[in-house]
């Protein structure tokens, strides 16, 4: 099965920026919407982005404006691009298929967002 591999995340200030980059180990060619998860303590996993086959993206409303998520099939990556991010934003952030995450979650980045 695709294994996947999280990084890019790390400590920031608010009004700052990060990139987390996604690496599958096989191919997410076939693999129609891969999306962008976060999970904070305390609080159940949420979707905060999700890029279809086509490109067609869909953000969470608590993000919109703020991250794009970017997808290479060839390189089998997805990317997320966050700017001016929040204190609130601080989670460890996942990829994974979405809307639903199918395959195995890997160990996640975590990004924290200091005020």
């Known amino acids: 099965q695709v294994r996947l591999v999280e990084s890019g995340g790390g400590l920031v200030q608010a009004g700052g920026s990060l990139r987390l980059s996604c690496a599958a180990s096989?191919?997410?060619?076939?693999?129609?919407?891969m999306g962008w998860y976060r999970q904070a303590p305390g609080k159940q996993r949420e979707l905060v982005a999700l890029?279809?086959?086509?490109?067609?993206?869909n953000y969470a409303d608590s993000v919109k404006g703020r991250f794009t998520i970017s997808r290479d099939s060839a390189k089998n990556t997805v990317d997320l691009q966050m700017r001016s991010l929040k204190p609130e934003d601080t989670a460890v952030y996942h990829c994974n298929t979405a809307p639903v995450g199918a395959l195995n979650w890997g160990q996640g980045t975590q990004v924290t967002v200091s005020s």
């Open positions: 096989g191919s997410t060619f076939s693999i129609n919407a």
């Open positions: 890029i279809v086959r086509g490109g067609s993206t």
